[in-house]
């Protein structure tokens, strides 16, 4: 009993010193963002792999998750709430929660683990040392342009996700499930609220951070060899999807139970 709390006690405190390092990392990425202009080539170069190489997956994902939703909202309404709600049901459950939190954990596990991988290559083979001895701040040119990248463009899939779902959804609900097309288009507009396309793309600008900060975090301290690439790596990817999924709790509380709280 005593090493379990113990060893719960360790990696309680491991977690804070991950979470007050990765704060200092914050700090040290923010002081470079005056930098932008300067490094507009590397910036542009790390958006374009966050948006366009996302796309497949986003687009698969999307278009799974539209489907499954119109499919599960038709099993537990049927015999209680009238099907012209089935669009409104759909809309919200992909605005506001679906669409953000899920595209950050596929798009977030696959951001976190090319930057962990990257990073930590680059600090095990010492091409981070040479550059500093060059002259160049790992910060501003690695870090800096990743976490802009990845914050702004984060929100960009999000949207894009979400009209994937949402026409998925209604391809599923008119071609299999006997729902007519004006039912489905009154549902989505009889209570569409800017609110929640708000809310939810407001929760992918706070993903977009988490995700690339726990890329960046792992792979600069990365220690050791190849195991020591992929211990990042792993790290990296366990640390943003729960980081992820506490954020979203807490973002939902803040925003349903306090700004638009009624």
């Known amino acids: 009993m005593t090493s379990i709390l113990f060893g719960i006690g360790d990696r309680t405190l491991a977690a804070l010193a991950n979470a007050g390092r990765g704060s200092l990392l914050l700090l040290d990425i923010l002081k470079q963002l005056p930098q932008i202009p300067r490094m507009r080539r590397q910036v542009l170069e790390q958006m374009h792999i966050v948006a366009v190489g996302s796309l497949p997956l986003v687009l698969t994902t999307s278009i799974f998750v539209g489907a499954v939703t119109a499919v599960q909202a038709v099993y537990q309404m049927q015999a209680y709430v009238p099907m012209k709600f089935l669009g409104t049901v759909?809309?919200?459950?992909?605005?506001?929660?679906?669409?953000?939190?899920?595209?950050?954990?596929?798009?977030?596990?696959?951001?976190?683990?090319?930057?962990?991988?990257?990073?930590?290559?680059?600090?095990?083979?010492?091409?981070?040392?040479?550059?500093?001895?060059?002259?160049?701040?790992?910060?501003?040119y690695l870090a800096m342009p990743r976490f802009v990248a990845t914050f702004l463009m984060l929100p960009v899939i999000t949207v894009f996700a979400d009209a994937i779902a949402i026409v998925?959804?209604?391809?599923?609900?008119?071609?299999?499930m006997d729902v007519t097309i004006s039912t489905f288009k009154e549902g989505l507009?009889?209570?569409?609220?800017?609110?929640?396309?708000?809310?939810?793309?407001?929760?992918?600008?706070?993903?977009?951070?988490?995700?690339?900060?726990?890329?960046?975090?792992?792979?600069?301290?990365t220690r050791g060899g190849a195991e020591g690439v992929g211990n990042a790596t792993m790290m990296a990817v366990v640390g943003s999807c729960l980081s992820v999924l506490v954020a979203d709790y807490l973002l939902a509380t803040f925003l349903f139970q306090i700004v638009f709280g009624k």
Not at 119 to 135: F, I, P, R, S, Y
Not at 205 to 215: K, V
């Open 90 to 140: 759909i809309s919200k459950s992909v605005f506001i929660e679906l669409g953000p939190v899920l595209v950050a954990l596929v798009v977030g596990g696959r951001l976190c683990a090319n930057y962990a991988a990257e990073l930590g290559t680059m600090k095990v083979t010492e091409q981070l040392d040479a550059l500093e001895m060059l002259a160049i701040d790992p910060m501003r």
């Open 168 to 176: 998925s959804g209604y391809f599923v609900s008119v071609a299999t």
């Open 189 to 221: 507009l009889m209570y569409f609220d800017l609110t929640d396309l708000f809310s939810g793309l407001l929760k992918s600008f706070f993903f977009g951070a988490i995700i690339a900060l726990s890329g960046l975090y792992f792979g600069l301290n």
